[in-house]
C-alpha cells in the first residue's frame, strides 16, 4: 500500500526543486508507489483538493457587466442625460428615443463582443489530449485534466507531456520543448537529478507540460498540474491582460472628448443667445437639446462596432479569428511583421532535397531510373533502418521530423519499410547522443548502419561505396564539395555509412563505430518555404510593410529561406545571430533591428527587446509566436498573431489574434482587411459628420437670428439614428478598393481627422446647412405650416445624402459591375428611402415627429436637392482625394 498523500502543509518547496531531488524522494513526498501509482481512491480525493489539471482561464465579464460596458462612451453619457432632463420636463416620448438610441449601440456592441468570445472559446476547446497512467497497478487511459500530482504517466513517441513530470525510467527518450525554451531540436532526456540552479533546458530530468515527445519511451511521476507548472508560472503572469490601446482607439478616445467639449460649448452659446434675444427659456432649452442632439454623432459608436466586427467576420474567413475588436484596425497600421519562420513562413516538414552517393546527385522527385546506382539505394536504406520513427495509423509518421523525413525518402524511392526489417531485423542501437553526433543499429544480417554529422560519420570512414556498389578509396573532397553544394541551398546534411560486425552478434559496441566504415552518402533536407508566403512577402514589401525572420535556426539555413522568400532589399539579406544582442546598448540595439533581416538563434528574452527596440524606433509591430516562450513579446507586440494549429494554450492567451492555418500568407490577408476597415471608417466619419454639423449649424443661426428652428430635437434624433444609420452602415461594407496594398501604411500620429477630412467635412456640413435652412425658409415663408416646412427640409437632406453616399462608395467607379459588389448599399439606401416616406406619409408618424405629409411636386422640389448635391460631392472628391475615397 503507498504511503498516504502529503498534506495540505507539505512545503512546496520540494516540488520546485523537483529536478534537483532524488525520484525516491519525490515518490516518498507524493505517496505514492513507482510501480502501482496512486489508488483510484487517493486520486480522486487529491482531484477534489487540487482541482483539474489545466491551466485557469481569465473569468470573463458577465454578461449584465458586459452589455452596461458598452454604454462606456462620453457621447452616450451625455445622451443619457439629455433624456433624463426630457423626463424631468415631462417630455416622455423624446425620452425614451434618445434613450433607445444608446440601447441599440449597447445591444449591436454587445452581441459582437460576445461573437468574438465565443470564437475564441471554441477554438480553446478543440484541443484536447489524453494520456496512460497507472492506477492501483493498472493502466487506464484518461483526460489530462484528471492527473493529479503523484500520478505515474506513460509517454511514447508522439505524446504530448501533460503534466510536469520527473522521469524515472527512460528509453531513447527525446522530447520537444521549444515552446518553453525556444531550442528548435529535441532534448534527450535522462533520470538524474541536476544542480538546483540549472536552467529549465537543462534539466534532463524532467519533462514539462506542453512539450511533445519525439522519441522513445518513458514513465514520470507528475510533480505539478495546472497552474504549478512551469507553463502554469508564465499564464499566471500574464495572467492581467491591458484593455488594447491602438491609433484608432487612441484617435477615437481623443476625437470624442473634442467633440463633446465643442458640443456642449455650442449648446450654451445657443441658450443664452436666445435668452437674449428674448426668446422663452423652455424653447432655447429645446434648441440647445436639439443642437445637442444634432451634434452629437451617436450613430458612431454603432458604426465603428458594426464596421470592425464585419472585418473580423472577414478575417475570420481567411483563417485569422480576432481576439479583440479594435486589433482589426490595428493591422492596418503595421509597419513592420516579425514573423517565426518553421510553420509560419515554411511548412513545418522536413523533406529530403537531393541524395548525393556514388559520385552521383539525385533530386528527390527524380528518383526513377536510379536503380543502377546502389550505393544510392544503400543510403536510403540506412536513412530509412538507422531510424527511431514509426509509421502510425492514426498520425501518420511519429517522430523526429528529420527522421520522419528519412522514411518519406525512402517510401519515394519504393524501400518497404517493414519488408527490410522483416529480413534485417534491429538488434541493437547505440543512440544519437551529442557527444559522439551519430546514431548506429545493427541488424540481423550482420551489417552495422551509422547516420550523423558529416564530421562524425566521414572521421570513422576509410572507403565509399561506388555507384556499382563497390568499396573504393575516400573522395574527401567531392564529398566536401557535395555537403557546400548542399549547405548553400540552405539544406541541412546528413552523412550516412555502414560496417559489418559478426553474423551471429547481438550487442553493438562502440568500438565497432570508432572506425572502418565505408562511406554511403548524403541526404540534405530542409523545411521548404510555404508557397503562398512568397507572395505575401512580397505583398507587403510592396505595402510599405518590412518583413522580418525571427528564429531559433542556424544562421545560413534562415538566410537561404528568407533569400527564397524575398526578404531584405535588393536581393541581400542581412542575417545576425542572438548572441550578437547580448549586451548591446538601446542605440545599437535598435539600429541592428531595423537594418537587420534575419535574426537566428535568438533566445525568448530577445524577441521582447527586439519588438520594443522596434517599437522605440516607431515602428508598429506585428509579432508571431506559438511557444510559451513567445507570449511576453506577443503581449508586448502592437499586434501579436499566435498559431491555431500548433500554438501553445498561453500564447493564445497573449495575443490579438489568432492564425487557424498557421500560415504568413493570412497575416497579409489580415492586413488588407484592415486597412480595408479603416478606409471604411473614414468614409462612415465623411459621411456621419456633415449631417450632424449641417444640424447643429442650422440650429445655431437660428437661435442668433431669432427663427423658428427649421428641425426639432426628435426630428434630429431622427435623422441621425435610423436614417443615417441605414445609409453609413453599408460603408462598412464596402469592399476592398484595388491596389489596396501598393500603398504605404499610414503614419501611426495620423489623426483621425486629417487636414483634407476636416475641409470635407465642412464643405458638405456647410451645403447642409445652407440646403435646410433654404428650403425652410422657401416654405415657410410661401405660407405653409412649420410641420411642413420641417418636413420638406429634412427630406431634401435625405435624398442629398443618398447622392454624396453613391460619391463615397466603390458603386460610383466601374458601373454596374461595382453595384453588384455592394448589394448593402443598395438595400441601405432602399430602406432609407422606404423610412423617410413613412416619416412623412404615415400618420402616426406625423403626429409623433410633427411631421406633414407629402404632394408629389412637393417630393419633386425636395428630389433637386440631389441634383445640387452633385457638384459639391465633385470637390469634397478633389479635396480629399484619399486611398479611401479614390478606390
Not at 500564447?651 to 498557421?662: I, N, Q, V
Amino acid at each position: 500500500m503507498p504511503p498516504t498523500a502529503p498534506s495540505a502543509g507539505q512545503p512546496p518547496e520540494l516540488l520546485d526543486q523537483a529536478h534537483s531531488t532524488a525520484a525516491a524522494e519525490l515518490i516518498d513526498a507524493l505517496g505514492s508507489d513507482p510501480v502501482r501509482g496512486l489508488r483510484g481512491a487517493e486520486a480522486a480525493q487529491r482531484l477534489q483538493r487540487w482541482g483539474p489539471n489545466q491551466l485557469s482561464q481569465r473569468r470573463g465579464r458577465p454578461g449584465w457587466l458586459r452589455f452596461l460596458g458598452q454604454f462606456h462612451d462620453p457621447l452616450l453619457y451625455t445622451l443619457l442625460a439629455v433624456g433624463a432632463v426630457k423626463l424631468l420636463l415631462g417630455e416622455v416620448s423624446e425620452a425614451w428615443v434618445i434613450w433607445s438610441v444608446t440601447v441599440i449601440n449597447a445591444v449591436i456592441g454587445d452581441v459582437q463582443e460576445n461573437r468574438a468570445e465565443t470564437a475564441i472559446a471554441a477554438l480553446a476547446r478543440s484541443v484536447r489530449t489524453s494520456v496512460e497512467v497507472v492506477r492501483g497497478g493498472q493502466p487506464a487511459r484518461l483526460a489530462s485534466e484528471q492527473l493529479v500530482p503523484g500520478d505515474l504517466v506513460q509517454l511514447e513517441a508522439g505524446s504530448k507531456v501533460p503534466a510536469d513530470l520527473r522521469l524515472l525510467t527512460v528509453q531513447q527518450l527525446q522530447v520537444d520543448e521549444s515552446a518553453l525554451t525556444g531550442e528548435s531540436m529535441p532534448v534527450r532526456k535522462a533520470t538524474t537529478p541536476v544542480e538546483p540552479r540549472a536552467p529549465l533546458a537543462e534539466r534532463h530530468g524532467m519533462a514539462y507540460a506542453g512539450s511533445l515527445v519525439t522519441a522513445g519511451r518513458a514513465r514520470g511521476l507528475v510533480v505539478a498540474t495546472g497552474n504549478a507548472t512551469e507553463v502554469g508560472h508564465i499564464s499566471r503572469s500574464l495572467a492581467d491582460q491591458t484593455s488594447l490601446s491602438t491609433p484608432l482607439t487612441r484617435q477615437f478616445r481623443g476625437f470624442t472628448h473634442t467633440l463633446l467639449q465643442l458640443v456642449l460649448a455650442l449648446a450654451g452659446v445657443t441658450f443664452l443667445v436666445g435668452l437674449a434675444r428674448g426668446r422663452a427659456a423652455a424653447e432655447m432649452f429645446d434648441g440647445a437639446v436639439a443642437l445637442a442632439v444634432g451634434a452629437i454623432p451617436e450613430e458612431l459608436p454603432a458604426i465603428v462596432t458594426i464596421t470592425l466586427a464585419i472585418g473580423v467576420n472577414r478575417m475570420a474567413r481567411r483563417n485569422a479569428i480576432i481576439r479583440k475588436l479594435p486589433a482589426v484596425e490595428a493591422l492596418g497600421s503595421t509597419t513592420v511583421i516579425c514573423s517565426d519562420k518553421t510553420g509560419t513562413l515554411t511548412q513545418n516538414r522536413m523533406t529530403v532535397q537531393q541524395i548525393h552517393a556514388g559520385g552521383e546527385r539525385w533530386p528527390l522527385d527524380q528518383l526513377a531510373g536510379s536503380e543502377h546506382n546502389l550505393a544510392l539505394r544503400d543510403t536510403l536504406l540506412a536513412g530509412m533502418l538507422c531510424n527511431d520513427a514509426r509509421p502510425s495509423q492514426h498520425e501518420g509518421l511519429v517522430g523526429d521530423p528529420t527522421e520522419t523525413a528519412l522514411l518519406q525518402a525512402a517510401a519515394v524511392a519504393g524501400l518497404d519499410r517493414q519488408g527490410c526489417l522483416q529480413r534485417q531485423p534491429r538488434l541493437d542501437v547505440i543512440p544519437f547522443a551529442s557527444e559522439h553526433q551519430f546514431m548506429a543499429t545493427l541488424h540481423g544480417d550482420g551489417r552495422i548502419l551509422v547516420k550523423g554529422s558529416l564530421e562524425a560519420v566521414l572521421a570513422r570512414c576509410d572507403r565509399q561505396l561506388s555507384a556499382a556498389g563497390e568499396p573504393q578509396p575516400l573522395d574527401g573532397a567531392a564529398i566536401s564539395a557535395a555537403v557546400a553544394a548542399m549547405a548553400g541551398a540552405g539544406q541541412r546534411v546528413l552523412a550516412f555509412a555502414s560496417g559489418q560486425a559478426a553474423l551471429h552478434q547481438r550487442q553493438l559496441r562502440p568500438q565497432q563505430c570508432s572506425g572502418g566504415l565505408v562511406f554511403l552518402g548524403l541526404q540534405g533536407m530542409l523545411d521548404p518555404p510555404r508557397p503562398q508566403a512568397r507572395a505575401a512577402v512580397q505583398a507587403c514589401q510592396q505595402a510599405g510593410i518590412t518583413v522580418k525572420m525571427i528564429t531559433g535556426d542556424h544562421r545560413d539555413t534562415a538566410r537561404w529561406v528568407a533569400t527564397q522568400l524575398g526578404l531584405g532589399r535588393g536581393g541581400a539579406v542581412r542575417a545576425i545571430e542572438g548572441r550578437a544582442l547580448e549586451d548591446c546598448p538601446p542605440e545599437q540595439l535598435g539600429q541592428l533591428a531595423q537594418q537587420s533581416d534575419v535574426f537566428a538563434r535568438v533566445a525568448p528574452a530577445q524577441k521582447l527587446a527586439l519588438v520594443q527596440a522596434l517599437q522605440a524606433g516607431g515602428a508598429v509591430v506585428a509579432m508571431t509566436g506559438d511557444g510559451v516562450n513567445d507570449a511576453p513579446a506577443l503581449k508586448q507586440a502592437d499586434i501579436g498573431i499566435a498559431m491555431g494549429e500548433g500554438g501553445t494554450e498561453v500564447a493564445r492567451e497573449a495575443a490579438d489574434m489568432l492564425l487557424t492555418d498557421d500560415n504568413f500568407a493570412t497575416i497579409e490577408a489580415a492586413v488588407e482587411e484592415g486597412r480595408a476597415v479603416y478606409l471604411n471608417l473614414r468614409k462612415a466619419l465623411a459621411f456621419v459628420l456633415p449631417v450632424n454639423g449641417g444640424a447643429s449649424m442650422t440650429i445655431l443661426l437660428g437661435a442668433v437670428l431669432g427663427l423658428q428652428l427649421p428641425v426639432t430635437a426628435l426630428q434630429v434624433l431622427w435623422l441621425n439614428m435610423v436614417c443615417s444609420l441605414s445609409l453609413s452602415v453599408p460603408l462598412a461594407f464596402e469592399p476592398q478598393p484595388p491596389h489596396l496594398m501598393s500603398q504605404p501604411p499610414r503614419p501611426p500620429g495620423e489623426p483621425l481627422l486629417s487636414g483634407r477630412l476636416v475641409r470635407r467635412v465642412l464643405l458638405v456640413s456647410a451645403f447642409y446647412w445652407l440646403l435646410i435652412f433654404g428650403v425652410f425658409l422657401q416654405v415657410s415663408g410661401s405660407g405653409a405650416s412649420l410641420e411642413l416646412a420641417r418636413t420638406m427640409a429634412i427630406q431634401a437632406l435625405v435624398l442629398a445624402q443618398v447622392v454624396y453616399l453613391i460619391s463615397l462608395s466603390q458603386a460610383s467607379r466601374g458601373g454596374w459591375r461595382q453595384w453588384r459588389r455592394v448589394p448593402v448599399l443598395v438595400g441601405g439606401i432602399s430602406l432609407a428611402l422606404l423610412l423617410q416616406l413613412l416619416f412623412s406619409q404615415w400618420s402616426w408618424m406625423n403626429r409623433f415627429f410633427a411631421t406633414a405629409p407629402l404632394s408629389g411636386s412637393q417630393w419633386l422640389l425636395c428630389g433637386l436637392a440631389m441634383l445640387a448635391m452633385l457638384p459639391v460631392a465633385w470637390i469634397g472628391e478633389r479635396l480629399d482625394p484619399t486611398a479611401g475615397f479614390s478606390g
